[in-house]
């Protein structure tokens, strides 16, 4: 898992923020809750990889389906970090911060009719039982669903799913706008359930990634809930019902959140039977929100996972405890970026976005930034091993080439306007502040003069960033789990299907073209070299987002937590796989 | 003194009402988005937010905005959070308990530390006590509070693997001794740093009451040390450390807000820091008016107790 601990919380830390990463796919972008969220969930993962006491250089990419140490026992309660509270428990509003409740409740409480593990990127049927696409054009599909209950709490009081529920549910997120779904929206023709068990959903046209993670698939906006429930904000201000394998047992007004095992959770599962599962008894999220604090309450066993700030924190605790922990690492799936906002005309020429390019040292960024302990990225993330591009590519390499005198003659040949400060906002998260200032030495050294402006994250999210507020700004994306978020911020907007400019202004038809023939190719096969041929075309016309790089995270976890999913996306954050092989944990709870 | 003091309570309304013009013009005048477009959120129309501003009543002239919060605080409803709709005197009423709790025993700690190391050092002027006591003042007035608190959690978890109470805030009923676990080594750090200042004073004061006739000639009646100091001299040095115990108070509280953060307390100073960052005005807006009132009232107590301990001040 390429992810660790929640931080909407962000503000103050370094390496951790950075680490703070969204667990599932998430259309928009970031969020303030998100980010805070996402900690705790992954730290409720990101178990490690079982090398306790080892000394990992690289990236473990370990794929672990947890049954790697043998039959699950029942019993015990997971304890993990909560960095901070969840506002409300209603994961459809207030604006921005839904995010935080979706990333929360959507691992746990609620379920899904599938989910798509990065590392296959096949569909997992969880309350689906059968999937059938009725049409060539992938435009209609028919969806069934298995036998399963929501959890024993009015006004649903543990009645049956119905496929109406369902329909209904997609529906309700599809009307969320403002929060940022309007992807399943734009794409979605309609759901409707024809039976109780069967759904049928059209789609506007095709598109390759509509059922991943990214859309008809993500953990936050395809959770399933009752009818009754999807419009009463009351009720969910304060408590959810879903039917997932954890119900919402209590929360402390947003902290300390404790999910209890859904007895009648359904047995079913792409189509084998999964009894008994979740193994554990629940899971309480602990509200720590100081980075300190965790730590300490990791070495102190008052929580059983933990999400490290760096490689040296990790050893330091290895030093301490020993093999009474596993720790692992894994390459982040979120990535840094410099994005130019094409309204600003310096950044119409060609060549000047090709200088600024060339004037990234992305070795040195990683050097600077993460001590070293990072990947370069091309458009498409690193983790995403499907879809990159062979290192020795000849449009990757001089991509990645940083080459100072290149750029100033590009500069030059282009007119550009030596005496003129930009610019380059960036948000008071210590990572993207710390990339501001890396990348401002970095253009200096071609004549580039950089002013940097740190904003207030909420501020620099709602205005800067999705008003396109900016000449030049960096930041972090979230960690997504397919490519069809990062590659779609390229594409540019389209007034005759509505959809509306990425965050840079930027349209090109040879780029637009390019991602949409990968976004519409439903062959796998084909669809990866369309991808590859996306990125290319992608760096040669230097599009206005130049990723840096991504990070590798360095978690832990107790020993006797057995069974986590790790290599898998954010499939682990489920938790329903991991046990407790010490006996005194599991009789705790 | 009643009517010094109920002169003094008619200025109180008056000191809130220009504290909370103020909060309230300057938080709806500060540059930046309207809270109603940031909790719209992405993709919002003009007319959502424009629904959303009505809604929030941010589109009423600022002083009709003004007239109806205050009405509304007269009355006892002191409005909801802007993003989670929670009721704000309820969270206030949830809220309160931890907060209370640190200033009042980091308050306690601080006074008792100060008054009595500021006594001994003067008893023993340039002697070695009184050269370690300074020393000590000077030190922890010079470690800004935040990293004496992550000294608290780093130092025992590396040591002896042991942390403090996670999880948030417990109350004393509750559980006593997790409570303790969890505020008093806090409360212990902010007493220590705020006593720095109340020591120094205490020394400064004492010295200079001790060199005065009205001691030397309590000595030379042959009164018992003690007596001499505590009921004498430490007395009339009282009035400037009374001021200084009204000052520290109001440093205390504004330290409980590192501590809130740094223990996961969900207390007034957590809420008051996230409520700023997210720009939610009616929290904001709140507090600081609860402050001002906070402020204003320990001044009132500091000036009145100078009656009790100077019998010659006199209120008229």
Redesign the interface.
Known sequence: MSNDGLDLRY?GRQRVTRRRVLSGAVA??AT?GAIALVGCSSDSDDGGNGNGGSDPEVPTRTVNDGTQDGAGQPGGILRVRQAA?L??MNVFG????PLAQGLTLGFTIFDHLWYVPTDTGVTELFLATNVEQVDDQGLETIVTIGDATFHDKAPANGRRILASDVAASYMRFSQE????Y?WLQDVMESITATDDKTINIKQKFPWAWMFTSSNAGSPIFSSIMPEEILQDADFM?SDGIGSGHWFLDSH?????VKFRKFQNFRTFQNGGDITGQPYMDGV?F?????D??A???F?????DTHGFSSKKQMD?TIA??GDDIATGSDLARDYMNLMLNMKDPTWADERVRKAINKLIDRDEAILLIEDGDGLKAAPIPPAHTRYLLPEDDEVLVDYWTSNVEEAKALLDAAGFDYDKEYELKHSNRVGDSTLGQVLQQQLARGGVKIKLVQE????WF??TL?QHDFSMTCFQHLAYEDVDLPLRFYLGADTSTGR?ANFMDYSDDDVNAAVLAAAQELDEEARVVKVLEAQRVIMRKAAPMFNTHSAINFAGRYEYVKGAITGRGSLGLFNRTTWFSDEQRRQQS | MLRYALRRLIWLPIILFGVSAVVFVMLRVLP??SPA????????TPE?IEALEEQLGLNEPIWDQYRVWVTDLLRGDFGE?F????SIKD?FI?RFPPSFQIVMMSLVIGTVLGIGFGVISAIFRNRSPDYVVRFGAVAFSSIPEFFML?LL??V???LW????P???YVPFYEDPWTNMRLMLPPAIILGIAGSAGLMRLTRTTMLEVLQSDYVRTAKAKGLRQQTVLFSHALRNAGTPIVTAVGTAFIAVFGGSIIVE????I?GLG?WFFFAS???DLTVVQFLVVYSAFVVVVMNLIVDLSYGYIDPRVRYS
Do not use: C, H, M
């Open positions: 503000w928009g972008g303030l509270a506002p409300s207030p604006g921005i911060f706008v403002p929060i940022g309007s201000q402390d007004n947003g902290a300390n309480d602990v509200f720590i929100t100081d300190n604090a730590l300490a309450a070495l102190a066993g008052e929580i330091d301490q405890l207030d994250l909420v501020r709602t205005q999705n509306p | 930046g988005q477009e940031i909790i719209a959120g992405q993709g919002a959502q959070e993003y989670s709709q929670k969270e949830r992550t959690i780093v025992p978890a590396y693997q042991y942390s403090q996670v999880g948030g953060q740094v223990l996961s969900q957590q960052l997210q720009r």
